[in-house]
């Protein structure tokens, strides 16, 4: 699906196509993408109460459009009749994804390496437990260069070597790498020669942390206490940079992490009959 405002403010006039008209939002099927992946999967099945699973995806996402309309022109073309020049990254590409996972249940208790004739009431304190992990490597989502002014809908003019600093929130993006379209009369003359989605923001890695207690009541009715941590480390998520208008003199400052990222603890208890 493709969104678009039939009714975009024109480079070099300054005016609106059809002046006596307010925005005029279409939607149609005109898009294309593609999805191209390589996939890798590691299966170690249980073996000694030991189970590893791995999966590494490196992928690209190219499309010519993503998402509903915005006033931010992160999802508006810059000249809705020139379509071509949004080709480039999806805004839900993700370059690559590493992902493993552990799962090894302790080897003591009834029917264990150690402590495999203890009574029941012993059981129930060292038998039963087992340790969870996951650990995630991925890579950040793509962002364009915007430059406020009129029409509002255009990016900056590309004019060097885009370069990132990883780690660096206040000037995450080199901005020397951009400036704003030529102009006249404070109207742009053309689109931005910034293609879209040319920036790629920050990956984060990731380690989630489970113990759990698997314990009987009866015969029928079992019992599991867990308590489960995720983002352990608390390690910083960082989102895209918040400022992306080259204009604005501040572009490439990051203020934000992603949504529900630090690190947050949860303890369940819960029964299966």
């Known amino acids: 699906m493709r969104n678009y405002n039939a009714n975009q403010t024109l480079f070099a006039s300054g005016a609106d196509r059809f002046p006596n008209l307010g925005s005029v939002n279409i939607q149609d099927t005109s898009g294309k993408s593609d999805y191209h992946a390589l996939q890798l999967e590691y299966q170690h099945r249980l073996s000694h109460g030991l189970t590893v699973t791995g999966a590494y995806t490196w992928s690209k996402t190219l499309d010519d459009g993503f998402g509903n309309l915005d006033a931010g022109g992160g999802n508006v073309p810059q000249l809705y009749t020139a379509y071509a020049l949004e080709r480039g990254l999806s805004n839900q590409d993700v370059d690559y994804v590493l992902s493993a996972s552990v799962l090894y249940e302790l080897p003591f208790g009834r029917g264990k390496r150690w402590g495999g004739d203890v009574s029941r009431w012993v059981d129930y304190a060292i038998g039963g437990w087992q340790l969870n992990g996951i650990y995630t490597l991925q890579g950040g989502t793509p ?86 941590t995720y983002n352990l480390t608390n390690t910083p998520h960082f989102g895209n940079p918040s400022d992306t208008n080259i204009n604005d003199h501040q572009i490439g400052r990051i203020n934000s992490v992603l949504t529900n990222s630090w690190r947050q603890l949860e303890l369940a208890l819960r029964f299966t009959f």
């Open 143 to 228: 962002f364009s260069i915007t430059a406020s002014g009129n029409p509002s809908t255009a990016r900056a003019d590309l004019i060097g070597k885009v370069n990132v600093h990883p780690g660096n929130i206040a000037n995450y993006v080199d901005g020397s790498a951009f400036a704003a379209p030529a102009s006249a009369g404070g109207i742009y003359l053309a689109p931005g020669t910034a293609g879209r989605d040319i920036v790629r923001g920050p990956g984060f890695s990731n380690i989630d942390f489970a113990l759990f207690k698997n314990f009987p009541v009866t015969e029928r009715i079992k019992g599991q206490f867990r308590v489960q």
